[in-house]
């Protein structure tokens, strides 16, 4: 069961933080027998569910366990679907992933703030001019590819444009997991996930961490040409009528060099679209 190898990870993670009065270890992280203690519940039973053989896991000892791990609200909510999956009845095929006219207006509408959704498995479904020229030539990109983790990982000028490509990269591997738990029967999910363990060393070693999180806000910086290097602030909304799809924004903060910078950049777009997000080889 994946939610198993989530507590292993965790469990050898955290353990330093919990370690004993008799001296070093000689491995780290929990052991089974501290983290059941911790969590109140019998060793045996421990055992069970990490090798994925307990059923009917209840949500106060989920919960307990979480604690004990000091998971973050998105990884005990990725634990929760892991160790409760819903029934695995035929489902209707997952529709087509769209934007509603309306959000593409508003989007088209921020003329001086870069703009993209994001849809299931991180695919890029919707954006604005100025969005566009963020990443690169996304109508350009072909429709299979069009995806933000492919772009982070595969696309050689995403490394050149986010100054802390490490940080992005883990950011992004966090939220497929976290979709990947939401969505555990999409076969395109299965089949994007493999492209990049096969063709990305970083995307598998950061992959086989289990590492969940969601994206939220915070700041990044890119080497933008002819732009420059820019400090924008994102914010990622939750489409309340859609929830697989997130819309995110980028600003500069008022008075800093990064705003003149992105005027300049909106008034000279059409010069600078044919940059970023390559298309790889197959």
């Given at each position: 069961?994946?939610?198993?190898?989530?507590?292993?990870?965790?469990?050898?993670r955290?353990?330093?933080?919990?370690?004993?009065?008799?001296?070093?270890?000689?491995?780290?992280g929990l052991r089974?027998e501290e983290?059941?203690?911790?969590?109140?519940?019998s060793?045996?039973?421990?055992?069970?569910?990490e090798?994925?053989?307990?059923?009917n896991?209840s949500?106060a000892?989920?919960?307990?366990i979480?604690?004990?791990?000091r998971?973050?609200?998105?990884e005990?909510d990725h634990?929760?679907?892991?160790?409760?999956p819903?029934?695995?009845?035929v489902r209707?095929?997952?529709?087509?992933?769209r934007?509603r006219?309306?959000l593409q207006?508003?989007?088209?509408t921020?003329?001086?703030?870069?703009?993209?959704v994001v849809?299931?498995?991180?695919d890029i479904?919707?954006w604005?001019r100025f969005?566009s020229?963020?990443?690169?030539?996304?109508?350009?990109?072909?429709?299979?590819?069009?995806?933000l983790a492919?772009?982070v990982f595969?696309d050689?000028?995403?490394r050149?444009?986010y100054?802390?490509?490490d940080a992005?990269a883990?950011d992004v591997?966090g939220y497929?997991?976290?979709d990947?738990?939401?969505?555990?029967?999409?076969?395109e999910?299965?089949?994007?996930?493999g492209?990049?363990?096969?063709r990305s060393?970083e995307?598998?070693?950061?992959?086989?961490?289990h590492d969940?999180?969601?994206k939220?806000?915070?700041?990044k910086?890119?080497?933008?040409?002819p732009a420059?290097?820019?400090t924008?602030?994102y914010?990622?909304?939750?489409l309340p009528?859609?929830?697989?799809?997130q819309m995110?924004?980028?600003?500069?903060?008022p008075?800093?060099?990064?705003?003149e910078?992105l005027r300049?950049l909106?008034?000279?777009?059409?010069?600078t679209?044919?940059?970023?997000?390559?298309?790889s080889?197959?």
């Open positions: 069961m994946p939610s198993g190898r989530v507590r292993r990870t965790r469990r050898q955290w353990g330093s933080c919990h370690r004993d009065h008799g001296g070093r270890r000689r491995v780290p089974r983290l059941a203690q911790l969590a109140g519940v060793v045996a039973y421990y055992i069970r569910l090798r994925g053989r307990g059923r896991v949500a000892v989920l919960d307990a979480g604690n004990a791990l998971l973050t609200p998105a005990r634990l929760r679907r892991l160790a409760r819903v029934s695995r009845r209707p095929a997952a529709r087509p992933q934007v006219p309306a207006q508003l989007i088209d921020m003329e001086n703030i870069p703009a993209y849809g299931r498995r991180l479904i919707g604005n969005g020229d963020l990443l690169g030539d996304l109508a350009a990109v072909p429709a299979e590819r069009r995806n492919w772009h595969l050689p000028a995403a050149e444009l100054e802390s490509w992005k883990a591997v497929l997991r976290r990947a738990g939401r969505n555990p029967d999409d076969p999910m299965a089949s994007l996930i492209q990049l363990s096969l060393p995307f598998r070693q950061l992959w086989s961490a969940v999180q969601d939220g806000f915070g700041v910086v890119v080497n933008h040409p420059g290097r820019l924008l602030a914010e990622t909304l939750t009528a859609d929830p697989d799809q995110i924004t980028y600003h500069a903060e008075g800093s060099p990064s705003v910078a300049l909106a008034s000279g777009q059409e010069k679209t044919e940059r970023s997000f390559r298309r080889e197959a």
